[in-house]
């Protein structure tokens, strides 16, 4: 059976979605997003979106865009509110499960997404990370490209809180998928759980920048079934756009414009 990494991933993190589940969205996660959905067609239908675009809350679902997407997510917001109650108010009651995508992670967690000192770069921003996992327990991580430039052994600043045995509230990441492999932090630190169809886990540690620690229960990454990519191409994705996450430069400013303009945005 034929499946792209993007395909595998989202695949991947619908597996992690449990019924009746409050789903975080974030401004610009397509992998995810796909992966939320295709949970919600298969097999936990009673799922909920609370979406950063629009600060809203919904039942339903749009096909993902570039052009349209907020268009889509404000239409569907069954409850819409600011920014502070999301994160104050929002975030603490209901709990939600969110994948964050980290610039910097090391061994136990913690996670950057606010600067890197060499080379001297500013980054996205920490957004409401700083405030989600001081307290919850369901934070989960995703990366489509695994590289040393992203696994490191010490942070340069800590958006995201990792695994302390100090810490009263809030747990450090569950889980982490990747472009070669699965991952969780059962032991307080880092550890590989399945590699991905033809990777070895020495290519993984390869490019890691610290010691991986290696489950002794290590599978191989189930493949997508033919209906899970059916679904992903067809319905929730037919434009392609989580594939944007696993692209860069050229590549990726080509997809970009051809996804643009079958949306009539050129």
Not at 124 to 152: A, N, Q, W
Not at 213 to 220: F, G, H, N, R, Y
Request: charged share 25%; hydrophobic share 40%.
């Amino acid at each position: 059976m034929d499946f792209s990494i993007d395909e595998l991933m989202s695949v991947c993190i619908s597996r992690q979605v449990e019924d009746g589940e409050v789903l975080a969205q974030g401004l610009n996660t397509p992998l995810v997003m796909a992966g939320f959905i295709l949970a919600k067609l298969t097999h936990a239908p009673h799922v909920r979106f609370a979406s950063a675009i629009g600060q809203s809350i919904t039942q339903d679902w749009g096909a993902l865009a570039i052009a349209h997407v907020e268009e889509v997510w404000l239409r569907l917001g069954l409850l819409h509110v600011n920014f502070v109650t999301a994160a104050a108010d929002l975030l603490p009651r209901y709990k939600p499960k969110e994948f964050f995508r980290p610039a910097q992670v090391d061994a136990v967690g913690n996670f950057n997404n606010i600067a890197l000192k060499h080379p001297r770069m500013r980054l996205p921003g920490s957004g409401g990370i700083p405030d989600v996992t001081t307290f919850s327990d369901r934070v989960y991580l995703y990366v489509p490209r695994h590289s040393k430039v992203t696994f490191v052994e010490r942070v340069d600043f800590i958006s995201g809180l990792g695994h302390f045995s100090s810490r009263k509230r809030g747990s450090g990441p569950r889980y982490l998928i990747t472009d070669l492999g699965q991952f969780d932090w059962k032991n307080g630190r880092m550890r590989l759980t399945h590699v991905h169809p033809g990777v070895s886990v020495e290519q993984i540690q390869k490019k890691t920048g610290f010691s991986l620690e290696v489950s002794p229960d290590l599978q191989e990454t189930p493949v997508p079934t033919s209906y899970e990519l059916e679904l992903l191409r067809e319905q929730i994705d037919p434009l392609g756009v989580r594939r944007l996450e696993t692209l860069g430069g050229t590549t990726r400013k080509t997809l970009l414009r051809e996804i643009l303009a079958r949306e009539g945005a050129l």
